[in-house]
């Protein structure tokens, strides 16, 4: 044990970062860029960019032709067995092993993570939609938890600064559910994702078919997207990690920026255990760690910390933080630290065959497809009697390959060389409500391997979101039809929470520190000096994928924290 009693200065910093994924990063980069002094501690493997193994081979380069073996995935990957198709030999080395990395469920839930430096920006779909004010306000409205403690003017200007760097391409569509950002030029859509907007807006005005929002340099401006970025080149193999820099990464953008400053220290494989507090000034002093490799424990000291662990990462290292003035985990006097626990879900949508475009083709890769926001429940007009908020699509048109049955030789090849009727896919992902009773909480009798109490599961999608559902993919059919679609098939298979990979809402942001965890800057109510700006601090769930938001209140929480230091007040 290692607990620095001397040397303290060694171990002390202006600000702790736990946690170096999406959220991490940018908080260590806004920090770094303020001068300050900045440790971030990452509970797994050193990954420098540049380092991904998979990124330039081709499928028949790799072993099993990118196939991992069913006794491989029973053995580590995802109790679900309906999970496993997305562990590839191309991706696998950034998922989670559930053997090495255990969980409890007294509910099922799919948790779906990767430990190492960069977290799960390295493997994310980078789809990047602004929340705005239907969001906000939804919760006061209906009457559903509490309300968020911001609207949309306190994170507009945020979202501008951070989808710069960012670098966000995009089609502007004037539409209220997801405001305009600073775009990059989008994606465009092929001819038949064209024709499917055109169609389906004649049909059905409200629903607007626009080229998906991503995180991919369409446009490579070096004075704006530092770090170490390039031009996307449209392999379409994001999820292997971008030799190019290409798509927004905590390695590619914000770590090598907050790296170039010289205020950054990086400690990998430095699992966080608790956040130290000290009663009689009030605040966290720093953390206490275990060494992933030699289980040494260390100290670290800090004036400021950010905890970016992920909604349930952080919400464990706070459910472990306890002491005799917080006996159920730091700041949680509120009793919400691991309740209102949420996810999107999916698992439903259509797809169908597209006829009348047989003589027209496309060329190359890009990196989205289409994606529709939502139209339901935004306005009167779109108000929904059997349930509450909306979903949203992420889809695409392909050409198909021909497949034809029964048929060898020559004739095989000629047909197999002609490519497929146009395919038009597409996929639903639905807002969740936050239920207080779904939940994470730690199982203190049970360890693991590094002495961790176990984290336990216990939460399920309701009424809500199964009438949501079912409407989902009754849009989608109705879309499908519109255009004039053969051959339309619909799913509709409910996911477990967590594996749309959108957790949330354990460290909620409210007004009242008796019923939220974290006040309007995303500060602890009760431990001034914590700052919580990942997916725990979120009240809602939109219908958006949500990690631009925490970028904006990242930036915005940095920035906060940075004045009131400056002010004597921190
Ligand atoms: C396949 C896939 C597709 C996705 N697509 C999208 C998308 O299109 N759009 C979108 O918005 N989001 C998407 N997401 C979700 C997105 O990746 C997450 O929202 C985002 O990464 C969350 O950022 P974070 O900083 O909270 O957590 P992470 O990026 O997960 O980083 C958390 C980090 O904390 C570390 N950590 C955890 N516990 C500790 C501890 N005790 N001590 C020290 N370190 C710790 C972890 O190892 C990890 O590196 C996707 C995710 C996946 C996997």
Redesign the pocket.
């Known amino acids: 044990m290692n607990l620095n009693l001397r040397g303290k200065d060694e171990v002390t910093y202006d600000a702790i970062v ?9 908080a260590a980069m806004e920090l770094c860029e303020k001068g300050y002094k900045t440790l971030v ?4 493997r050193m990954v420098k960019h540049g380092e991904y193994p998979t990124a330039n081979l081709d499928n028949w380069d790799l072993p099993n032709q990118n196939h991992v073996s069913a006794e491989e995935k029973a053995l580590h990957y995802f109790k679900q067995e309906r999970l496993r198709w ?1 562990v590839n030999e191309d991706n696998k080395h950034w998922i989670n092993k559930d053997d090495e990395y255990p969980y409890q469920e007294d509910k099922r839930f799919d948790w ?10 390295i ?6 939609y602004r929340w705005s004010d239907i969001d906000f306000e939804a919760n006061l409205k209906e009457g559903v938890a509490i309300d968020w403690p911001i609207r949309y003017k306190d994170i507009a200007p945020w979202y501008d600064y951070v989808e710069r760097f960012v670098g966000v391409s995009g089609q502007k569509e004037g539409l209220k559910q997801i405001p305009d950002g600073q775009f990059l030029k989008a994606f465009p859509l092929n001819c038949v994702e064209e024709y499917f907007r055109e169609a389906v807006g004649k049909a059905f005005p409200e629903r607007v078919v626009t080229p998906g929002r ?1 995180a991919n340099l369409s446009e490579y401006h070096p004075d704006i997207h530092k770090g170490m970025r390039g031009k996307c080149q449209a392999r379409d193999r994001c ?1 292997r990690g971008c030799p190019y820099g290409a798509y927004f990464s ?1 390695l590619s953008a914000t770590l090598a920026v907050a790296a170039n400053t010289g205020n950054l220290t990086i400690l990998p494989d ?4 608790e956040i130290v507090f000290d009663r009689s000034l009030g605040k966290a002093t720093g953390v206490r ?1 275990k060494d992933a490799k030699t289980g040494e424990e260390t100290e670290f000291f800090s004036r400021i910390v950010f905890c ?4 349930i ?2 919400a ?2 706070l459910l472990n933080s306890r002491s005799e003035t917080f006996p159920d985990g730091l700041g949680n006097d509120s009793g919400e630290l691991g309740h209102n626990l949420m996810d999107h879900h999916y698992g439903m949508g259509a797809s169908g065959t597209l006829p009348g475009f047989e003589d027209t083709y496309y060329k190359g890769r890009k990196a989205v497809g289409f994606y529709i926001p939502r139209f339901r429940n935004i306005d009167e007009s779109t108000r929904q009697k059997d349930y509450l908020r909306g979903f949203g699509y992420q889809g695409g048109a392909i050409r198909g390959v021909n497949e034809p049955k029964g048929v060898i030789g020559k004739e095989l090849k000629d047909i197999i060389f002609s490519p497929g009727p146009y395919q038009i896919h597409m996929e639903c992902f639905g807002e969740m409500l936050p239920y207080h009773d779904n939940m994470m909480y730690l199982d203190f009798d049970k360890k693991d391997r590094h002495g ?1 109490p176990m984290i336990t599961f216990k939460a399920t999608l309701r009424d809500n979101e199964m009438k949501l559902r079912q409407d989902g993919v009754k849009c989608a059919v109705e879309m499908l039809e519109a255009a004039g679609c053969k051959d339309i098939s619909s799913h509709n298979i409910a996911t477990a929470p967590g594996a749309c ?3 949330m809402g354990t460290a909620r942001m409210g007004r009242d520190p008796k019923t939220s965890v974290l006040n309007k800057w995303n500060q602890m109510h009760e431990v001034p000096n914590v700052f919580i700006t ?3 601090c979120m009240a809602s769930t939109g219908t ?7 970028m904006a209140l990242t930036a915005r929480a940095v920035d906060y924290a940075h004045k009131q230091i400056n002010k004597g007040e921190l």
């Not at 493997?123 to 990047?128: A, D, V």
């Open positions: 736990i946690g170096s994924g999406i959220s991490g990063g940018y501690l990452e509970r797994g997305w779906i993570r990767g430990h190492h430096v960069g977290g799960r920006s493997m994310w779909g980078r789809h990047c991503v999820w905590s430095s699992i966080v255990n760690i970016n662990a992920s909604t990462g952080t464990a290292i961790m990979i959108h957790e990942d997916g725990s958006q994928n949500p990690s631009i938001t925490y």
